[in-house]
């Protein structure tokens, strides 16, 4: 069946294939006729790869894939004879090709023109291709989605989605999809993408090289079409470009299957497990809601009041403001069993003045020296344009010797926090430095931030004692899973309409005065609106609530809503959504977010503030929801996300395994009760056990 059906290909449970060394069916391929014929060195046929009628045909688990060289056109024939399309030619042709040669269980060949090599070659049953330039240059390929059997795409745009091809929505300009281009380094949580076929056919595509990659979406005949772009930079040591390409059982998850498995082939999988072995303090997020406090929420006496109500695990940040956590708050917290963690940012410098903010404060010699430069020699402007975003790069080349990250952790953990919340690191903004003085590419870029993470995780950052910290940052891009125990971010489907809607300004610009505060700003101190104020749609002036209704469709609808993130990476780090959408913030959600939490064993996250009128009712729904959350993260926090369902026809029914049948989650989206379970409610149960009820309505207001 397609994904329409209540009962699509994924209710064969992915824990069956786990026996298997990848969850994937072979990529295979048929010759089509009229396809434009290479230069080639005749057929042959080594190793099993054949080059024929100017066609490459590769064998791979299951069949045979085929190439056209002269297009790129990619096509499959599956190992029960049925034909399908995997990439259309590229969208601007490479040229015409070189000789095709074979060697081992590959083959190559060029585009003199475009100044362009290609390999093809098999590996762990995907068929991967790689382009490499001699020059710069771009290409628009792969082609995805454009075989007629097509019913879905998955992106993993937060969380994830799977969208129906011909779903009006996504096909209009209400959803801001079609038209618009993603960048994979930075605005997808994981660099892969998917395609359900039906009849029990998928097709997943991976780009490992993702830096200077991205992927752009279309509208053709009222179908969802994707097509990648890959910039091959000499000056950003980007001029090889790969791409995996399999066939899947067509499950909603299964692009993120295949890369949890390309992650563990390569030895990029981390392991929430050894992370808890190596540093015990990491294991206090089994079962733990994530808030920021504020006020007297963040003094012993607050962390008691916690307590009383039966928090027994959270983990709580505050800003390293000039108001911080103290010793003896902190010593409660730990006392509580608590993680508690300083904000912090090694992104941002700027002028020391009265408004500076504390993390944009650096010692002398930092700003301006240490920023970005563009091409013009410029600074990277950094957030909301104040000063620069600063090179790792400089910090990498000074740190041996001035210790600037290093004091500035010691000094943010001096009152005793075992954790840090270190922003942006993990996000995925790389930037290519052009100062002479601590030049840098993005891939750098990267490798730094990985390196001063791991640091901070290890506690080699202090070259005086080992003191390991749990670490957190924001929106983490997949390629951080190893350093990280967790990331605030990742769990949010980011609609754009969300920065307007955050900072007030929808037709304004920044400099103006906004044109619809709903929102809330940075006031009142002790527990600012923008955190704090809940807002609804209805609040919004009325040129805006489209839009804004529009925005929360696309961020939370579970009917396109899939656990991509989850399935790649539950069991390496634990994910929660943006520190600035605290549960409170949306009241319409709540129920719809209570449920994914609950149905994706992810924690929820709350801002805490005595100085809040909503407080008690926000601390109270915290008890409440952790009390019934906290033994399924403990038992399966640390598992693989082995199975994801719908059960009904119109998705609002779901269903989630972890860890091979540790945690069997059904929750209804819906209304109407299915198989005994009422709308708005979830069932769980661990192994051996009955099935615990929640239903968010009955606790949250």
Same mark, same amino acid.
């Given at each position: 069946m397609d994904t329409n059906s209540g009962k699509s290909s994924i209710a064969r449970p992915l824990r069956r294939r786990a026996r298997r060394p990848l969850l994937v069916l072979a990529v295979t391929t048929a010759l089509a006729a009229g396809l434009t014929p290479a230069a080639t060195a005749g057929p042959a046929h080594v190793d099993g790869v054949r080059v024929q009628n100017g066609r490459v045909e590769v064998p791979v688990a299951g069949g045979t894939a085929t190439i056209d060289p002269a297009t790129l056109r990619i096509d499959a024939r599956?190992?029960?004879?049925?034909?399908?399309?995997?990439?259309?030619?590229?969208?601007?042709?490479?040229?015409?090709?070189?000789?095709?040669?074979?060697?081992?269980?590959?083959?190559?060949?060029?585009?003199?023109?475009?100044?362009?090599?290609?390999?093809?070659?098999?590996?762990?049953?995907?068929?991967?291709?790689?382009?490499?330039?001699?020059?710069?240059?771009? +290409?628009?390929?792969?082609?995805?989605?454009?075989?007629?059997?097509?019913?879905?795409?998955?992106?993993?745009?937060?969380?994830?989605?799977?969208?129906?091809?011909?779903?009006?929505?996504?096909?209009?300009?209400?959803?801001?999809?079609?038209?618009?281009?993603?960048?994979?380094?930075?605005?997808?949580?994981?660099?892969?993408?998917?395609?359900?076929?039906?009849?029990?056919?998928?097709?997943?595509?991976?780009?490992?090289?993702?830096?200077?990659?991205? /992927?752009?979406?279309?509208?053709?005949?009222?179908?969802?079409?994707?097509?990648?772009?890959?910039?091959?930079?000499?000056?950003?040591?980007?001029?090889?470009?790969?791409?995996?390409?399999? /066939?899947?059982?067509?499950?909603?998850?299964?692009?993120?299957?295949?890369?949890?498995?390309?992650?563990?082939?390569?030895?990029?999988?981390?392991?929430?497990?050894?992370?808890?072995?190596?540093?015990?303090?990491?294991?206090? /997020?089994?079962?733990?809601?994530?808030?920021?406090?504020?006020?007297?929420?963040?003094t012993a006496a607050g962390i008691e009041h916690l307590k009383s109500l039966g928090i027994d695990r959270l983990w709580l940040g505050y800003d390293a403001d000039d108001a911080p956590m103290k010793s003896e708050d902190v010593a409660a917290a730990t006392k509580a069993g608590y993680l508690v963690g300083p904000y912090d940012s090694f992104a941002n410098g700027r002028d020391k003045g009265p408004d500076t903010p504390p993390n944009?404060?650096?010692?002398d010699g930092v700003y301006p020296s240490f920023c970005v430069r563009r091409a013009d020699g410029s600074p990277q402007p950094g957030f909301h344009q104040q000063g620069c975003y600063l090179s790792s790069q400089a910090f990498e080349q000074a740190e041996q010797q001035r210790h600037l990250l290093a004091d500035r952790t010691r000094s943010l953990v001096a009152a005793g926090a075992s954790s840090y919340f270190l922003d942006v690191d993990a996000a995925g903004e790389l930037f290519r430095d052009h100062d002479a003085g601590h030049p840098m590419t993005m891939a750098q870029d990267r490798a730094n931030r990985l390196a001063r993470m791991g640091r901070l995780t290890d506690g080699t950052y202090d070259g005086t004692r080992s003191r390991p910290l749990v670490l957190g940052s924001e929106s983490a891009g997949a390629w951080a899973n190893q350093v990280l125990a967790f990331d605030h971010g990742s769990g949010t489907p980011v609609d754009g309409r969300l920065w307007p809607m955050e900072n007030g300004h929808f037709d304004s610009a920044p400099d103006q005065?906004?044109?619809?505060?709903?929102?809330?700003?940075?006031?009142?101190?002790?527990?600012?609106?923008?955190?704090?104020?809940?807002?609804?749609?209805?609040?919004?002036?009325?040129?805006?609530?489209?839009?804004?209704?529009?925005?929360?469709?696309?961020?939370?609808?579970?009917?396109?809503?899939?656990?991509?993130?989850?399935?790649? /990476?539950?069991?390496? +780090?634990?994910?929660?959504?943006?520190?600035? +959408?605290?549960?409170?913030?949306?009241?319409?959600?709540?129920?719809?977010?209570?449920?994914?939490?609950?149905l994706y064993n992810t924690p929820l996250n709350f801002v805490l503030s005595d100085k809040d009128r909503n407080d008690e009712q926000n601390v109270r729904e915290l008890a409440s929801l952790q009390r019934y959350f906290a033994p399924l993260h403990q038992a399966a926090g640390t598992k693989e996300l082995t199975s994801f369902d719908w059960l009904t026809s119109d998705r609002t029914v779901q269903r989630t395994v972890f860890g091979n049948g540790t945690l069997t989650v059904t929750a209804n989206f819906g209304s109407a009760a299915h198989d005994g379970l009422p709308g708005g409610c979830v069932d769980a149960a661990l192994k051996g056990g009955k099935p615990q009820r929640l239903c968010p309505a009955d606790v949250v207001a």
């Open positions: 599956t190992d029960d004879g049925r034909t399908l399309r995997v990439s259309d030619p590229a969208a601007d042709a490479p040229g015409r090709p070189g000789r095709v040669t074979t060697s081992g269980r590959g083959a190559q060949w060029s585009y003199p023109a475009r100044g362009l090599r290609a390999q093809v070659r098999v590996e762990h049953g995907r068929l991967l291709v790689t382009l490499t330039a001699d020059r710069d240059t771009t +290409l628009a390929w792969p082609v995805t989605g454009s075989d007629p059997a097509s019913s879905a795409l998955q992106l993993p745009r937060g969380e994830g989605l799977s969208l129906p091809v011909g779903d009006p929505f996504w096909n209009s300009g209400r959803a801001q999809l079609v038209g618009s281009e993603e960048d994979m380094a930075s605005q997808l949580t994981l660099p892969a993408w998917g395609y359900t076929l039906g009849g029990g056919r998928g097709v997943s595509y991976l780009a490992p090289t993702d830096i200077d990659t991205s /992927l752009g979406y279309a509208s053709r005949s009222g179908r969802l079409r994707t097509t990648a772009k890959h910039t091959f930079s000499g000056g950003n040591a980007t001029r090889v470009y790969t791409v995996a390409f399999a /066939l899947t059982d067509g499950s909603p998850v299964a692009p993120a299957v295949d890369y949890r498995h390309w992650l563990a082939e390569h030895g990029q999988l981390g392991s929430l497990s050894d992370k808890i072995r190596r540093n015990p303090e990491t294991g206090k /997020l089994l079962g733990a809601f994530h808030a920021y406090t504020w006020g007297g929420d963040r944009s404060a650096w010692p005065p906004k044109d619809d505060p709903a929102w809330g700003g940075y006031m009142p101190q002790g527990a600012p609106d923008t955190f704090f104020k809940p807002v609804r749609v209805s609040d919004f002036k009325a040129e805006h609530r489209a839009a804004v209704a529009d925005a929360l469709k696309a961020m939370y609808d579970p009917a396109y809503r899939v656990p991509l993130y989850e399935t790649a /990476l539950h069991g390496s +780090l634990i994910n929660v959504e943006r520190w600035e +959408l605290p549960f409170g913030k949306l009241p319409e959600e709540k129920t719809t977010r209570a449920l994914l939490a609950m």
